[in-house]
């Protein structure tokens, strides 16, 4: 049976209002009492729903339990998927405009199972103690825009580094100033270790993390410039646009060779001939 124009249009909008239903009838066939139990709705909806939706082919009636059609089948697959693009849609929402106008672009269907940790829910520290989490169990870190991810990364990656963890980051060069003003015993440690090298860049676009396992992405708040979301995932084809997009900047960077304030200094002037 092939359905078109309004007839269509009216069973994409009945399959969306009744997708607990049909994602119901698509794990098995029930009777109505359990799908009113099972929806918790009331016995006079789930008589109105499963009239309407057998009215429109999408189920029917089989030894005394609703079942599926083939069509409804179909339809029901197809509402299942549209429900979880949507959910990575709205899940990713921080990203879509920080990795606006990136070249490669950004495959955001490879973070379709990513983990999203939003400072909007309470916890405004909740995307750094994600990152920290995802730290701990890495060997090596390439990071760029740390601001966007960990405002004080120095504290929590100080002991990591002068443990041996490789650790590559591309920084803004007011943010390098910031963590020389404010961490300068810890600056001389960092300064004297050889598994930390920094690079200044001025247009950094978003925070982005390199790790042994997974890549993440942080985005700040337009108005505070703190962290509000970091999103991560496992995905290859994520790491590899993360490797690319990292890669690019850390060549376009000015090499910081002592990390210290005269160091700083010096960098700034040799970018600026």
């Not at 092939?2 to 009777?31: C, F, H, N, T, W």
């Not at 405004?124 to 991810?149: C, E, K, N, Q, T």
């Not at 100033?177 to 200044?200: G, H, T, W």
Request: contains cysteine; glycine residues 6%.
């Amino acid at each position: 049976m092939r359905y078109s124009g309004p007839a269509g249009s009216d069973i994409l909008i009945k399959a969306v209002k009744q997708a607990p239903m049909l994602a119901a009838l698509r794990e098995e066939p029930l009777a109505r009492h359990e799908l009113e139990t099972r929806l918790d709705i009331s016995k006079s909806t789930a008589h109105r729903n499963t009239k309407s939706l057998a009215e429109r082919g999408l189920l029917k009636k089989s030894n005394g339990d609703f079942v599926l059609t083939e069509f409804g089948q179909a339809v029901a697959d197809v509402v299942a998927a549209y429900e979880k693009e949507m959910d990575t849609t709205v899940r990713l929402a921080p990203v879509f405009e920080s990795v606006s106008g990136i070249e490669p672009p950004c495959p955001i269907e490879a973070f379709a199972n990513a983990t999203v940790t939003s400072a909007d829910r309470g916890d405004p520290f909740a995307p750094l103690a994600r990152f920290v989490s995802l730290i701990r169990g890495s060997d090596s870190l390439r990071m760029f825009d740390s601001y966007a991810i960990a405002p004080t990364y120095i504290d929590e990656i100080h002991g990591r580094v002068l443990d041996g963890m490789r650790t590559i980051v591309v920084e803004r060069p007011d943010v390098a100033e910031d963590i020389m003003e404010n961490y300068p015993a810890k600056c001389v440690q960092l300064c004297a270790s050889d598994f930390l090298e920094m690079r200044l860049h001025e247009g950094l676009p978003f925070g982005l993390v390199v790790l042994d396992d997974c890549i993440g992405i942080g985005v700040r708040g337009p108005d505070t410039g703190i962290p509000r979301a970091f999103v991560d995932t496992e995905s290859n084809e994520a790491r590899e646009w993360a490797e690319t997009i990292f890669e690019s900047y850390w060549n376009e960077a000015v090499h910081l060779k002592r990390f210290n304030p005269k160091a700083l200094r010096e960098a700034l002037e040799a970018s600026a001939q």
